[in-house]
């Protein structure tokens, strides 16, 4: 059952056998403190009431038992502070071992996970869910935590005392106890049944304060949509049903589940009662001493709390390891882009080739048709056509986030699967569609090109994408906190600081996919003076909607529904009166109007 568990259990197993040994010598520090029962009888009432005591704790026992009822008594007490005095530095130490163990199968998990997610592929991202996948780093592995806690540590622990308190129960009276287990299948059936009906509702508690927290998200994100569409009331109403049935839900399950402990209680008292007679009985018949009447009477009191706590880490491990599923599922995926490549691409010298270029995302639904282009080293080429024509999915593939389903990209004549991904990427410069900033600084987030760069080289870099201009639009300037996922800035701002970060790699090739979409005009005027200089010398693919941003291409390709329509630069196509033209003349117009 813990099978998925076991090679990360195993991979501590000398801290494991630490935990398991100091478990034991707590357990039985704490079956001697029942011991000393023996003691006090046979100082109080006479040896004759009193047997010899359980054999494991005879030393201790001989030693306190005097046959003086004073001095005896004084002896117990030392004898109970020594044993506490040194149960209390053991516990500490089986918990600071028990809490190192899990956190550090945690830990491995949590790596191990981040790490798996950082290299798996863009098509895996693609085709997954993101919430669910944080939830997977977050929640699952809490469980998973929580799960090692009660499933192993805690469990332990509670074994090894029920193991103490049963032994000397048995010892005690063998009679006595099998008396008590008669009880035992009836406390079983009924915790079975509560405890079912008890998870139920849990589980629909949970559901509905997922929905409790999905309204409140919605309600925050579509806070602007809420308050267009006058729907605050609606909204209000909605959340205050969901909330209120979230408390009855609540009510029902505490109060389900505080049945448990209760009941135990009464059952606690039939057994008692029980114990009681028969063990009157024993005693009077001379077959058991009063000491082994009462040592097995506190034992088995003592072992109920550890006997409930082995039955529910039971279920609690169950659990987690419903987790572990979730994140091994993860764990266990092998959605690479292979990198396979052995040559390091150390200049790019000649040209960019796309060879009978197909693609398709999912299945045969193709979004790139026989794409045949090739770009000359220094050449900037324009790739225009309407949204989901496939110009996203054309630079995807020379940046291998995703490769080819036929046909190949080649670089100088070799394809690009052949060299390693690092070398590939590294000549590359690339602005995403949409700009992903980090949660740091403006400063952070440029040199995340390149870590090592020099303050000139940053401040150069600057300049020549224009963001000098704009940086009193800032705070604290280059050391402003941008906020998660650059949530403060603008689009056109955010643009700009994207590309200085690519202006400070400074990559042979440049690849821009609509990065001027967000800009305003005045960021737009900055972003075409800088873009000017900084595509000088460079071989350039540049994808946008804003044909003005493109006119100056050395040549222009005219994408429609995955294929290459048109090709040549702006007053050839516009002479042609193709897309391009169509395309030209749409823009105009918005312009004119505008
Ligand atoms: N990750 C993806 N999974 C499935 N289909 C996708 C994915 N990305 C894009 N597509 C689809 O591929 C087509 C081309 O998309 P894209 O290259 O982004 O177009 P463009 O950049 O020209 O707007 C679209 O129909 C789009 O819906
Ligand atoms: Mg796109």
């Avoid at 029962?37 to 306190?64: H, M, N």
């Avoid at 205050?240 to 408390?247: A, D, G, H, T, W």
């Avoid at 040592?295 to 006997?307: D, E, H, K, T």
């Avoid at 100088?412 to 991904?421: A, C, K, V, Y």
Wanted: without cysteine; positive net charge; charged residues 25%.
């Amino acid at each position: 059952m813990l099978g998925k568990l076991k090679p990360y259990l195993l991979r501590y197993r000398s801290l494991l056998v630490i935990i398991v040994f100091l478990m034991a010598i707590v357990a039985l520090l704490g079956g001697f403190t029942i011991s000393m029962i023996t003691p006090i009888v046979s100082a109080i009432f006479g040896k004759e009431y009193a047997s010899s005591g359980p054999p494991l704790f005879r030393f201790l026992i001989d030693w306190v038992d005097t046959g003086l009822p004073i001095s005896s008594m004084f002896r117990l007490a030392i004898a109970l502070i020594i044993v506490y005095g040194v149960k209390f530095p053991l516990s500490l130490l089986l918990f600071f071992f028990s809490y190192n163990f899990e956190q550090k199968i945690i830990e491995d998990l949590r790596t191990e996970l981040f790490t798996k997610l950082t290299h798996l592929s863009l098509k895996f991202h693609t085709n997954s869910n993101t919430g669910e996948l944080l939830s997977k780093i977050t929640n699952d592995t809490e469980k998973i935590q929580y799960a090692l806690w009660r499933g192993i540590i805690h469990l332990g622990r509670h074994l090894f005392m029920l193991i103490v308190y049963i032994g000397l129960a048995l010892w005690a009276s063998w009679r006595l106890f099998l008396i008590s287990i008669v009880l035992v299948p009836l406390t079983l059936w009924f915790l079975n049944l509560v405890g079912m009906r008890v998870r139920g509702r849990f589980t629909n508690l949970r559901k509905i304060r997922g929905k409790l927290n999905a309204m409140a998200v919605e309600m925050l994100k579509g806070i602007k949509i809420i308050k267009a569409f006058n729907m605050e009331n609606t909204e209000v109403e909605r959340f205050k049903r969901m909330n209120r049935l979230y408390r009855r839900s609540y009510v029902k399950s505490q109060v389900l589940k505080e049945i448990l402990p209760e009941f135990s209680e009464v059952l606690g008292a039939i057994l008692a009662s029980l114990i009681l007679v028969s063990g009157g009985i024993l005693i009077f018949k001379g077959i058991i001493t009063p000491d082994k009447f009462l040592i097995f009477l506190g034992s088995i009191v003592l072992a109920q709390n550890p006997l409930r706590q082995v039955y529910l880490a039971y279920g609690d491990m169950q659990h987690g390891l419903a987790n572990m599923e979730s994140v091994l599922e993860v764990l266990e995926k092998d959605e690479y882009v292979e990198d396979r490549g052995t040559r390091v691409l150390k200049e790019f010298k000649n040209r960019i080739e796309y060879r009978n270029v197909s693609f398709s995302y999912q299945g045969n639904i193709p979004v790139l048709k026989d794409i045949n282009l090739v770009i000359k080293r220094g050449e900037t080429i324009a790739i225009v056509g309407h949204t989901g024509s496939g110009k996203t999915t054309l630079v995807n593939l020379l940046l291998r986030f995703f490769d080819p389903s036929e046909g190949q990209v080649l670089i100088d004549g070799i394809d690009i699967r052949e060299f390693t991904l690092k070398s590939l990427r590294e000549k590359i410069g690339y602005v995403s569609q949409d700009v992903i900033l980090f949660n740091d600084t403006i400063r952070n987030n440029i040199l995340y090109a390149r870590p090592d760069a020099g303050e000139k080289e940053l401040e150069e870099a600057i300049q020549r994408s224009r963001l000098d201009r704009i940086l009193d639009h800032f705070p604290k300037g280059l050391d402003t906190e941008i906020g998660e996922m650059g949530e403060r800035l603008s689009g056109g701002e955010k643009q700009l600081i994207s590309l200085a970060r690519v202006v400070l790699k400074n990559p042979e090739i440049l690849v821009l996919d609509e990065a001027t979409s967000a800009l305003d005009a005045e960021s737009e005027n900055l972003l075409q003076s800088a873009l000017g200089e900084i595509l000088e010398n460079k071989t350039v693919i540049v994808i946008a909607h804003r044909l003005s941003t493109i006119q100056n291409a050395d040549r222009i390709v005219v994408l429609e529904k995955g294929s290459i329509v048109e090709v040549g630069n702006h007053s050839e196509l516009l002479s042609k009166n193709g897309l391009y033209a169509k395309l030209y003349r749409l823009q105009f117009t918005e312009n004119g109007e505008a």
